[in-house]
């Protein structure tokens, strides 16, 4: 079966510093694995995906991450935090053990904290 | 609307009384999912409906919740006899068919219960 662990809870970065979220999974197949962001009083969204293909991908709002498959690892970065990044994020991978009906597992989530 | 919608945003109720939650999915999405969010806890599964059909009930926390899907949009999730421990955010989401592969779910706001 299938699961994801983020390390940390919440991390506090300073404006304009590198941001990292971990993010580790187990899966006995193949992954697909995603980061949602979640703003304050609003539902999550797609922040970026890995499916198949380039393990380096791109989403929305400078974010990145990197599927490495020898360390089960898909860690969120952004070079330079900026205010508006303070958010939860989540980690999370498909649910393949279902027929690949399309649930998703996630993780318990990070906050993260930008200070000025 | 053009997003997911969920009502009623926020419900207080005593315990041992009966609520239900309502989602309306994105026109044209065939796939409905409930999560549940508590403090801490990150998201849960609940159910996952394709169509008016549910293939996955396996995250029904007990035969208190129940959910229903009708003319494979509007979506109701039950809770009977509800406990304090039900208090969280429910969380809807609706995709395409394969939602769950492409990561490609799209969230409401949540309708955030508080047992009393």
């Known amino acids: 079966a299938q699961s994801v662990t983020q390390l940390g809870s919440h991390v506090s970065v300073s404006e304009g510093a590198l941001v990292l979220l971990r993010c580790n999974y187990s899966s006995s197949v193949p992954p697909y694995l995603f980061w949602y962001v979640q703003y304050p009083n609003q539902g999550l969204q797609l922040l970026l995906k890995?499916?198949?293909?380039?393990?380096l991908v791109k989403g929305i709002n400078g974010f990145e991450a990197e599927f490495k498959k020898s360390e089960t690892s898909f860690h969120l970065t952004k070079p330079s935090a900026h205010m508006s990044d303070a958010a939860e994020y989540f980690c999370a991978v498909s649910d393949s053990s279902r027929g690949s009906q399309g649930n998703l597992i996630f993780g318990k989530g990070t906050k993260l904290s930008v200070k000025p | 609307g053009a997003g997911v919608s969920q009502s009623p945003s926020n419900k207080v109720t005593e315990k041992g009384k009966d609520v239900e939650l309502r989602c309306d999915p994105i026109?044209?999405?065939?796939?409905l999912y409930w999560y549940r969010q508590s403090l801490g806890q990150g998201l849960e599964f609940l159910i996952y409906?394709?169509?008016?059909?549910?293939?996955?009930k396996s995250g029904l926390p007990s035969d208190r919740f129940s959910a229903e899907r009708t003319g494979g949009s509007v979506s109701t999730l039950t809770i009977q006899r509800t406990q304090q421990e039900d208090s969280a955010v429910y969380l809807c989401?609706?995709?395409?068919?394969?939602?769950?592969?492409?990561?490609?779910?799209?969230f409401g706001e949540g309708s955030r219960l508080t047992v009393l």
């Open positions: 890995y499916t198949t293909g380039a393990t």
């Open positions: 409906f394709q169509g008016n059909s549910a293939p996955d």
């Open positions: 989401a609706s995709s395409f068919p394969w939602g769950g592969l492409t990561g490609e779910l799209f």
């Open positions: 026109s044209g999405h065939t796939a």
